[in-house]
């Protein structure tokens, strides 16, 4: 460890070259700016080198490159070398097709990594560090969660070797942090590749088709739960491994489950064929879902109960991108012993590039601890004042009026039936929309949801929308644990709509009677608070439908001027940046409020 002493240290922390690249810079031991690449350069889950990204962070703070205290890259190059290297002998001959790819992968970017850095940014080499990838999971969750003392659990695809950490964080009060790992799992055994396998035979794209198998798996029985545990089984110890004869992903780039798999499950579902879920075909695809989802659940609460009683702690960080699975992170809150458990707005890699940056801050540098603010709002901000002139030009007037009449016309907007583009402050950071770049709606009628799906999304019917809330109204609506409201602060758990309001709520109650509900506090978004009061002083009910602003296929959108061209191109019928709102012509929905009350 080196230290350093207490002055404005600037570090830039990088994800990149795998998955959903990003930048964050943090100064003085706090986050001042974090975007993904996908935002700014709008093609989704771009994985290149971030360069787009570190300019906005430093642009930001007028900074230059050469202002840099460190740069502090996600995982460890060489060891990933080192697993691949490893694992391509270990199998050869079958994969000595994927090999020359994956060297190819290695050589042109991933090991050179320090020389791309160096020579992108025009930084030493001798600033530039690495972070062990698990690690960076481990301090993007436990360095940014409000709590001193916490057990820690990541689980991803795969990093550098680690698959799965288990370890401990503390925030001691001499200003010093520790984060100790206990144990970890290795490739080839992993949760994730395991839930990317099924993602990839039931005809989802992989890495981002996880979702998919979450939401279908609630219109599935799981049935299928004794096959599934043949291809991951149980060891002594309660982890787990992978039965290698059913995948293909250690030795093949093309595929990822085996002949044997196949043979077990039956026919994968091809990608360009609906789901049909009323057809037996289409009901084997949702039991298989429903089965991974729910092996993938027991394991998790198995793990983490061991590691409760293991630390004794009451406080869990989860990071990594299995932290995505809300339906398993309700799980585990409820049946693992821990009381609260903190997942961060990126759970996923794009986090890492905080995580690594803040990584480097407390225990490289062993920099004194600092709180960080506790929400996801650190890329781009949206100007009003472009949006205003976009419209002009494009001959639609914009309104520009002050906050408190313009929440309450939006609210009446919203209860007419109209569906809101809702821009606000800061982009956040992460794959959730948290209400800064939010499509929001009346949550009450499934054919808004239909509607949605069809004008808007145009996305696959069985995938459910989320409701926000105020914090202080959740419990009535939804069934919340102990702990529930933190889960749900970033979207990050599926509750149980309350029974007596699944009809009144259909539009965001998934087919199970679940929702993966965001609880608002009125400090982390007060405008956004206020518009959920006044509507709820219209229908009777402060909740909202809200989604991500984006088209299929389309990253969210960043600024004001793809939040119009968004607008433009589907049924959004109102959209706001700000003070300004931008109206389509000829809006005819008729007031739907008599059905809401
Ligand atoms: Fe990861």
Redesign the pocket.
Known sequence: MTSIGNFDMKILGISAH?HDSAAALVIDGIPVAAVQQERLSRRKNDASFPLAAIEWCLEQHGLEPDDLDAVVFYERPSLKFDRILTSALRSFPQSWRAFPKAMKNMLGEKLWVRGIISSQLGVPGRKILFAE??L??AAAAFLTAPCRHAAIL?A????EWATLTVGEGVKRSDGSTKIRLLRELRFPHSL?LFYSTFTAYLGFAVNEGEYKVMGLAAYGTPNRVDDVRRVIRRTADGAFELELGYFDFHSSVESSFSQRFVDLFGPPRSPYEPIDLTSSEGRRFADIAASAQRVLEDILVDITRTLQQETGLTDLCLG??VALNGVANMRILTESGFERLFVPPAP??AG?ALGAALFADRIHFGRPDRDVPDHPFWGPAVDPDALARLAQEDGLGAERTDDDRLIEEVADDLARGLIVGWMDGALEFGPRALGHRSILAAPHDAAMRDRLNRDIKYREEFRPFAPVVPVEHADLYFEMPPGGARLARFMSGVFPVRAEWRDRLAAVTHVDGTARVQLLDAAMEPRLYKLLEAYGRRSGMPVLLNTSFNLAGEPIVNSVAEGYSTFRRCGIDLLVAGDCRVRKRGQTHETRLEDVA
Not at 156 to 159: A, L, N, P, R
């Open positions: 795998y990838h698990h960076s999971h990541t991803d695809g795969v990093g994730g990594g991108g996923g890699d890492c």
